[in-house]
């Protein structure tokens, strides 16, 4: 008798506060696909125990920093800074921007938010210190993805399959994300929200988090945009941002 597979797909929409914090899991038997749970609110034990569990995990938060600009950091800090011959548009945007984040501008049209010089900074510093405790564990957390967590990014993912017009975030965004919600029902026949929709139409955290799981699930499954040869160096110091197969 042949048994059918089931694999754990993670998706978190990592926030500073874990209070916002939205954590979702789908289960994989087959060619099924059901969304097991979702939540908002989820601490840093919740997050470790879900990526351990997962055959792949996505996570709505960058991995890394950009090269530039920790080099930047280190020697201000030291007192051996290169002098830059010109501190410009150019050079500000290579010490603020990783090349992923300069890639998912030129794919899909979204620039990423700054990690150096943004908010999202907060549950990057956050993502840092959960994946020093998934190293402990013997779990390897490669800043490109291709260890058991990814970094994704939940719009740019949206505009990889032609929904990235849809402002859906906030209170402000609800009508939005309620028909987002049902886009994507239409979307993924195979997917069953169990339920599921109406938290993900109330909470854009919610959305985010089974959003992410499911670019997991597509870059497991090898339909996700890698790397390419003369960005691999730079995906394994900063990260990379794994969008889903581009429509």
Not at 17 to 43: C, F, K, M, Q, Y
Not at 172 to 192: N, S, Y
Not at 212 to 228: D, K
């Amino acid at each position: 008798m042949s048994t059918v597979a089931t694999r754990l797909f993670v998706g978190v929409d990592l926030a500073a506060d874990p209070r916002r914090t939205g954590l979702a899991t789908l289960r994989e038997e087959g060619d099924r696909v059901r969304i097991e749970s979702v939540r908002v609110g989820a601490n840093d034990d919740d997050v470790l125990a879900a990526v351990l569990s997962a055959a792949k995990a996505g996570i709505d938060v960058p991995f890394g920093w950009p090269r530039q600009f920790v080099d930047l950091v280190g020697g201000h800090h030291s007192g051996d800074l290169a002098v830059p011959e010109d501190t410009g548009p150019d050079w500000r945007r290579d010490v603020l921007y990783r090349r992923t984040d300069l890639e998912v501008r030129r794919l899909v049209g979204k620039t990423p938010l700054s990690v150096a010089a943004d908010k999202i900074a907060y549950p990057a510093i956050r993502w840092a210190a959960i994946a020093a405790r998934l190293r402990e564990q013997g779990v390897p957390t490669p800043l490109d993805g291709t260890g058991v967590a990814c970094e994704v990014y939940p719009g740019a993912a949206l505009a990889a399959w032609g929904l990235g017009a849809v402002r859906y975030k906030k209170a402000k965004g609800t009508q939005e994300r309620g028909e987002l919600v049902e886009a994507l029902d239409a979307r993924w026949p195979w997917l069953d929200w169990a339920g599921h929709q109406g938290l993900c139409a109330t909470s854009d955290d919610a959305l985010d988090a089974v959003i992410a799981a499911v670019v997991a699930r597509e870059v497991l499954h090898g339909r996700a945009v890698s790397p390419p040869a003369e960005l691999t160096a730079a995906a394994t110091d900063e990260g990379w941002i794994w969008l889903p197969a581009l429509d």
